[in-house]
């Protein structure tokens, strides 16, 4: 019996209570819409990936990579400035630019070449709006509203050998950027990891496994995801007991990060993965090398390091890129913060990668190089380094390419970022 609203009931019988729950359980397993990843048993077999990390609020890139080398910097900035040195003093990167000192953790994969950043990096799209912005960097389209799917989605279907277990977005619900005709899984993790779902009931999982014990597509499909689904809460429990001594693992993107890793680390078979992290909208109260901004840095920093020290052998065949809609406003507001500006700074992760440097063409900070005389300008187009990622990194053509990004300027993909 269902429930109808206002306490009147639904009856139903059993045979259309199946039928029900079937196509139900059918799409859960399939696209990941109750929060657990089906994972293939074998995928393809290239080991190179590409994560994403959306810092959802629009993070103050010019205190993540400061340039300290400039003046008007400290002028535009008198409370929320990472001063030049002395106790909070920025991390020195090139003589120009330096490194906020929450982020600190990361300097050993800039040292080691792995970590770059493109700076006045951003959306040629005007727009100061959260929701536009995110909607126009997760599509791919800046200034069109009208496209169906997600970037990343379009990656997955021109790589070859992909399925729906090759990517893995990480979060309640298939975000934006996965969305798309290719089916895609999802996990939550923290303390959601592995909470027991309705299929984990013997009597409801051995009805399912009896209803879907052909071979068509569907059961195919259910069957597949009903044992990746086995083998990923196993190595999750695995890793919660050996981590935690017995402890539930708090939540946090640092744990996650480096569950994500070993995720990676079992199944190599997983080429694209997706996670966001919110509170970067720091109009309040932003803090300078303490305070919020220095808070939510830290376990970003920490987690990403992580993340590579855990990937091990495995980081040489990966590559993180850390996104955000626009960056904020040069000069601080009236309330200790900063206010929707419009360039900002991506950074680009992993052992391909040609780092320890600041890429881009920096406009500079004066009055005059400012974008409308309030915000960094943006000189290099968001999908010009993803584009050198996937034509370098996954080896994707130039028709695939022009899938993937329509309408992107002709000269993004020139491979400058990754080695070859």
């Known amino acids: 019996m269902i429930k109808a609203g206002k306490g009147r009931a639904l009856r139903i019988g059993r045979r259309e209570f199946v039928k029900i729950a079937a196509a139900a359980s059918a799409r859960v397993l399939l696209l990941g819409t109750h929060g657990w990843v089906a994972r293939a048993a074998t995928g393809d077999s290239s080991r190179k990936r590409l994560v994403v990390v959306f810092l959802r609020g629009a993070v103050d890139g010019l205190n993540v990579v400061v340039p300290y080398g400039d003046d008007a910097y400290y002028e535009a900035r008198p409370t929320l400035a990472i001063p030049r040195r002395g106790d909070g003093a920025v991390v020195d990167l090139d003589g120009h630019f330096g490194l906020h000192p929450a982020l600190a953790p990361l300097m050993p994969l800039w040292r080691d070449g792995t970590l770059a950043f493109i700076h006045a990096c951003g959306s040629p799209d005007p727009t100061r709006s959260h929701f536009d912005a995110q909607d126009y960097m997760e599509s791919g389209t800046p200034g069109i509203k009208s496209t169906p799917d997600g970037w990343m989605n379009r990656v997955l279907g ?69 044992l990746a689904r086995a083998r990923l809460i196993g190595e999750l429990r695995q890793d919660m007991i050996a981590a935690d001594n017995g402890a539930p693992s708090p939540e946090g993107f640092p744990q996650d990060a480096e569950r994500l890793a070993g995720l990676i680390q079992h199944d190599p078979s997983i080429r694209l993965a997706f996670t966001a992290l919110g509170g970067w909208d720091t109009h309040v109260n932003e803090g300078a090398s303490r305070g919020q901004l220095a808070n939510h840095l830290a376990q970003l920093g920490q987690g990403l390091a992580l993340f590579a020290n855990q990937l091990g052998p495995a980081w040489d065949d990966t590559v993180v890129l850390v996104i955000s809609e626009f960056g904020r406003t040069m000069h601080e507001n009236g309330n200790g913060g900063t206010d929707h500006g419009h360039g900002n700074v991506m950074w680009v992760m992993g052992g ?36 050198a990622v996937l034509q370098t990194h996954l080896g994707l053509t130039p028709t695939q390419l022009a899938t993937v990004f329509p309408d992107a300027p002709t000269t993004a993909s020139t491979p400058w970022l990754i080695r070859v």
Request: no cysteine; net charge positive.
């Open 158 to 226: 021109v790589l070859p050998g992909h399925s729906a277990t090759s990517v893995l977005s990480l979060g309640p619900v298939v975000p934006r950027i996965l969305s798309g005709r290719m089916p895609v899984a999802n996990l939550p993790l923290g303390r959601g990891a592995a909470r027991p779902i309705a299929l984990d009931n013997p009597r409801i999982e051995q009805a399912f496994d009896r209803l879907y014990d052909g071979a068509d597509p569907l059961s195919r499909a259910y069957q597949q995801g009903r």
């Open 352 to 387: 391909a990668v040609r780092g320890g440097k600041v890429y881009g063409n920096w406009p500079g900070l004066g009055r005059g190089e400012l974008y409308q005389e309030r915000d960094l300008a943006v000189t290099t187009d968001f999908r010009a380094p993803i584009l």
